[in-house]
């Protein structure tokens, strides 16, 4: 897996092809509706050709544009999709939320299984002060 330097909350990797995402109005939050539990599951910030299509019949594939989803209004729009969503787990939520909005996180969360495995940094209360850490401490072992 390639590892990069991001611009923080201007870029983030593709959960399908691992590629850099710079492009908010190409590119999308995509996630799954569960046709028999009805959960809203498998958050995933994509590339429009990494996009699934909908042709599976075990779910429902639902998506907002990612420039929906940066910035205020972005953080406005996923706070009302939140409550109008049916999460199995909370996490794969705030995860996402995470990832648009703390500065620094996506570039951070390269190294944070290496971080954690090292016993640092195991509360998910992560400030962007530790995503720097993180990225100063552990991003030169590896680039
Ligand atoms: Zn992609």
Not at 24 to 46: A, G, H, I, Y
Not at 98 to 124: M, N, V
């Amino acid at each position: 897996m390639n590892l990069y330097k991001l611009n923080p909350l201007k870029e983030w990797t593709c959960d399908v092809c691992s590629e850099v995402i710079s492009d908010t109005n190409s590119t999308w939050l995509e996630w799954e509706t569960n046709d028999t539990t009805n959960n809203d599951e498998n958050f995933r910030l994509v590339h429009q050709e990494c996009k699934r299509s909908s042709t599976d019949s075990d779910f429902t594939l639902k998506d907002l544009y990612l420039y929906r989803v940066v910035g205020q209004d972005g953080l406005a729009k996923l706070l009302n999709t939140l409550e109008h969503l049916n999460l199995h787990n909370l996490e794969d939520f705030t995860e996402i939320i995470r990832r648009l909005h703390l500065p620094y996180y996506e570039e951070a969360r390269q190294y944070l299984s290496k971080a954690r495995s090292s016993g640092d940094y195991r509360s998910t209360e992560i400030t962007e002060k530790d995503c720097k850490n993180i990225i100063s401490e552990y991003a030169k072992e590896t680039i």
